[in-house]
């Protein structure tokens, strides 16, 4: 804690995102929030009465696109029984437990590998390859931390605000290199698929690499925030099929990014997001964030 105040307090913008995180500054509206975490992070004025680039109109998405449905679909456990009803539940990956505290894991009861992760946050997740070494003491701190958490503060990403805080525990999964999962994740405008990006090497000591397909699986010529990886990957073979269920999952909403993973020739569902990146990611070159943005037709009964 103390090597991240150093940090932020080194420089000057950093040391404002961290002050804007403490309960104290709760107080603050969210669209003035945004409007100056927005200018911290991507170093512009946020345009809400005429957002051009698809960064703007995410936020512009949180603060009057605020559908009650949303809450079920960013929630892990309850957007199951959505997905099971509109795919089919063998696209789930296998559900080991649903607990309420740390203490309610029955840790004899799982397998020696398996994955935790909240139902109601953001990118935490805890991976298990071997029982045997789980550091409890550690596992439980960072449990307790998790449930603890509102995500909704943090981006305030309205979604998250009221659901109740929950630990899935899945199947570890691995895909066809037998190191990792790659997410294939597609970008979707109102029922529309118009590109998608693939997440690999999350786990490797060079990070995270951000690959960005066409609709024909041709490589676009841009980043967002993350390298790409420098290689062709080869199409899942469920790509048809992730597709026309990614569209199933996006009809009648202005923008959701749709995940899948490909495990064994075998479709499996990740998550819905509504906000990839909170809108605090930076496109290189620039113009695809206008390019984008053209494509996200904000609702014109809730324009402001």
């Not at 000057?12 to 992070?41: C, E, N, Q, W």
């Not at 799982?110 to 909240?118: A, I, R």
């Not at 943090?154 to 899935?168: A, D, F, G, L, Q």
């Not at 999952?249 to 509504?274: A, K, Q, W």
């Amino acid at each position: 804690m103390i090597k991240k105040i150093i940090k932020a307090f080194k420089k000057p913008r950093l040391a404002i995102l961290y002050v804007l995180g403490f309960k104290s500054f709760r107080i603050i509206p969210d669209s003035l929030y945004l409007k100056i975490k927005y200018r911290l992070i991507i170093g512009k004025k946020l345009n809400l009465k005429k957002a051009q680039t698809f960064n703007e109109k995410l936020q512009w998405l949180k603060l009057y696109d605020r559908n009650p449905l949303y809450t079920k679909l960013v929630d892990k456990y309850e957007v199951r029984k959505h997905i099971a009803e509109t795919i089919g539940e063998e696209h789930l990956i296998p559900l080991l437990g649903i607990y309420d505290s740390f203490e309610e894991i029955n840790f004899d009861d799982l397998p020696n590998q398996f994955v935790l992760k909240p139902n109601h946050t953001s990118g935490d997740i805890y991976i298990c390859k071997d029982k045997s070494k789980i550091n409890y003491v550690e596992l439980k701190k960072k449990v307790d931390s998790w449930l603890k958490r509102n995500y909704y503060w943090i981006h305030r990403e309205w979604p998250y605000k009221n659901i109740k805080p929950r630990i899935i525990c899945e199947k570890y999964m691995v895909d066809e290199s037998g190191m990792e999962l790659k997410d294939y994740k597609f970008m979707c405008f109102n029922g529309e698929v118009k590109c998608l990006f693939v997440c690999l090497n999350r786990n490797s000591q060079e990070g995270l690499n951000v690959d960005f397909y066409d609709m024909g699986w041709n490589p676009m010529p841009f980043e967002r925030h993350y390298k790409r990886s420098g290689k062709l990957i080869s199409k899942p073979k469920t790509f048809d099929k992730m597709v026309h269920f990614s569209k199933i999952l996006s009809r009648n909403i202005p923008f959701v990014r749709v995940d899948f993973y490909e495990v064994n020739g075998h479709l499996y569902f990740g998550e819905l997001t509504f906000y990839p990146g909170s809108g605090f990611e930076e496109f290189t070159p620039e113009k695809y964030d206008y390019i984008l943005g053209s494509w996200l037709k904000l609702p014109s009964d809730k324009i402001r």
